[in-house]
């Protein structure tokens, strides 16, 4: 069985190979998993890279965080599953392997679906309810919603999300193109970065009408996020929940001293119990499974194609449209 | 009566101006009080430079936020002061001058005592106060971290702090101020250092990895960041000044799963949480502490009006070239 097996910090064609491990068994409690697909994160570069704050590894260690399959054996005891049937599987299992085997209480039951599509619940789903209904819980229908890297995955979920519950949504991209992609999606406004935030601030204001921003999602960190900032009404709030610039959030004194902005960081510990994240997966699943939720699927690999992977995802922009999907059994 | 005068943005020697004024009269309850001493803040300085964004004023204006001083003039219907009362005027009544015309309304009453120490309790003293009281609230025994501690706020919180069984930990960068901070009732006081990793150790070591849930950062730029890293889970840092000049900046991985909020502070909206009668008990308080010696700041150097130009450059250096605050005697 085929694996991508990380052996040190570095860069992913030095510190990464394909190897060739045992089946899996699976022990009392656990099912086996035959992954069908496994989605690709920014993330999963930073772990290899050993990124600050991203070097929690023993090596060796098996990548990929997320993804979907079927059950193929049962362990001792295990009731919540049959062979056949579909799940999810933890995240940080490593999926990025034709099977493993996973504790069954801990995998979240999956639907029938396209699974290059199901393959993002666990994680940009996840960060996506957790943003739109956890930190913009005090939003009401009609009330406005910033946010900048809005074409990645869990940008157009959110806008979908927030849409849902009558929130409109204000976007920030950096290409022209994506405006009417997005717009197609329910986002109600759609504008392209300027580069400056006073600028950008500005066109924000002019396509919301002027109306009142108290908060705003930042993925990009470096001045995405003091544009944030500068857009935000007195005593708004920041979440930060990315950095695909790869540099420091930075927020203006201005901003902090004069309008009270506030930055947090967000967490995914939200205060939901085992059987809220369930209802929350099981919800996300059905929407993606009727297309309610929808990603742009940038490419599809194979384990045996996985540098050429590793090397697309580190693109931005025109050269990655998308996420990159890993179909680890072809 | 001689004042100073800003009349543009710049070179604070160039666009602040010693001028002639006629003495005022106080109209309807207000008083006139004859300037002791009037403490020159940073802010002082960024308003002349034109730093402080989104805060331009009316020009020409007459500088100072703070002082003290006696009446020497009371105006129709005014009950609370006599002539030779000592007083404070409220928040921004322009005190680089040697008469101040302002309301009796929200003077204070200032104690007998040292005039250039109590000339910093306004603005130092009450964010102080709101830094420790407004954004986490800290039993004894707690730990709070702040870096630039041998600023005046900071050594006003080393000593508000301590009043309260909090514990300080605080970063500063010269050896030579570690024994007078700890003379003050500082915990702990460790070097600041540009790696994050090591500056978070060293927070560590100093406060033997207890919780630390309350950050102060006057420093901004990276210094902010390193305040995030060295705070607990679910901590606060709040910004308060951004002596490098720089941005606040935050890696990532700092703010993200461990439910930090990085806030900034201002008095003026600590204030308005509060209603005038506590504004007052809080300010009693501070001015019997400074008039007993209790709060200290360290002065670096006292001017008259006719070395405004002197003084606002030396308010403008730092570290060794400031060892503290700088102090107009507008009456010499």
């Known amino acids: ?330 | 009566m001689r004042a100073l005068h800003h009349i543009g943005y710049g070179d604070p020697a160039q666009v602040v101006k010693l001028v002639t004024l006629p003495d005022p009269v106080p109209g309807p309850g207000e008083i006139v009080i004859r300037m002791e001493a009037a403490a020159i803040h940073i802010a002082d300085i960024k308003n002349f430079t034109g730093v402080r964004e989104g805060g331009e004023k009316a020009l020409p204006r007459i500088p100072g936020y703070e002082g003290i001083g006696r009446i020497t003039a009371v105006g129709p219907n005014v009950s609370q002061f006599k002539v030779g009362d000592r007083v404070f005027p409220w928040w921004g009544a322009g005190t680089f001058a040697e008469l101040v015309c302002t309301t009796a309304e929200k003077a204070l009453p200032a104690p007998e005592g040292d005039a250039v120490q109590l000339s910093l309790m306004l603005v130092n003293g009450m964010t102080a106060v709101i830094l420790l009281e407004d954004f986490r609230p800290l039993k004894a025994g707690d730990w709070l971290v702040q870096n630039g501690a041998n600023s005046n706020c900071g050594r006003y919180l080393i000593v508000l702090a301590k009043e309260r069984g909090i514990r300080t930990c605080n970063i500063v960068r010269r050896p030579e101020v570690v024994d007078e901070l700890k003379a003050l009732g500082a915990d702990a006081v460790i070097f600041d250092s540009d790696d994050p990793i090591e500056f978070a150790k060293r927070v560590r070591l100093a406060t033997h990895d207890a919780p630390v849930t309350l950050g102060l950062d006057m420093i901004a730029g990276a210094a902010s960041g390193r305040m995030a890293r060295c705070v607990s889970d679910g901590g606060i840092v709040v910004n308060y000044g951004f002596m490098s000049g720089q941005p606040s900046q935050i890696p990532f991985h700092d703010m993200f799963q461990k439910d930090i909020t990085f806030v900034g502070m201002s008095a003026g909206r600590g204030m308005a949480k509060r209603n005038m009668a506590q504004l007052r008990d809080t300010y009693a308080k501070l001015a019997a502490m400074i008039a007993k010696g209790q709060l200290h700041a360290a002065i670096a150097g006292t001017y008259t009006l006719d070395h405004a130009a002197d003084a606002f450059g030396h308010a403008a250096k730092t570290g060794a070239e400031r060892d503290g605050k700088v102090i107009l005697l507008p009456n010499g």
């Open chain 1, 1 to 330: 069985m085929k694996a991508l097996q990380q052996n040190a910090y570095g860069s992913p064609s030095d510190v990464t190979t394909l190897v060739e491990l045992p089946e899996p068994v699976a022990k009392a409690g656990e099912v086996v998993v035959e992954v069908e697909a496994a989605a690709m994160h920014l993330a999963d570069l930073k772990f290899i890279h050993g990124d600050p704050g991203f070097r929690y590894f023993t090596f060796p260690r098996i990548c990929g965080h997320e993804g979907i399959g079927y059950v193929t054996q049962l362990g001792e005891g295990v009731s919540e599953y049959k062979i056949g049937d579909r799940v999810f599987l933890p995240i940080g299992a490593g999926t990025f392997r034709q099977r493993l085997a996973v504790p069954a209480a801990d995998c979240p039951p999956a639907p029938a679906g396209d699974a290059k599509q199901l393959a993002l619940t666990v994680i940009n789903g996840m960060t996506a309810v957790i943003l739109v209904d956890d930190y913009a819980r005090n939003l009401k229908r009609g009330d406005w919603l910033l946010q900048n890297g809005a074409n990645s995955s869990c940008g157009r979920y959110i806008i979908k999300l927030a849409h849902d519950k009558g929130i409109k949504t204000c976007n920030i991209v950096r290409r022209e193109s994506l405006i009417a992609e997005l717009k197609a999606l329910d986002a109600d406004q759609v504008i392209v970065e300027t580069g400056d935030p006073d600028k950008t601030a500005e066109l924000v204001k002019s396509v919301t009408g002027g109306a009142a921003l108290s908060i705003g999602f930042d993925c990009v960190a470096a001045t995405g996020t003091e544009t944030i900032g500068r857009c935000l009404d007195k005593d708004g709030t920041i979440v930060n929940y990315g950095y695909m610039t790869g540099k420091n959030c930075e927020v203006a004194f201005q901003d902090l001293f004069r309008k009270h902005v506030k930055l947090v960081g967000m967490s995914m510990q939200s205060n939901r119990t085992k059987d809220e994240r369930k209802a929350v997966y099981a919800k996300l699943a059905a929407m993606i499974a009727d297309g309610d939720l929808k990603a742009k699927i940038a490419a599809t690999y194979t384990l045996d194609q996985i540098q050429t992977a590793l090397a697309h995802q580190a693109r931005t922009g025109d050269d990655r449209q998308g996420k990159i999907i890993i179909l680890p059994n072809g």
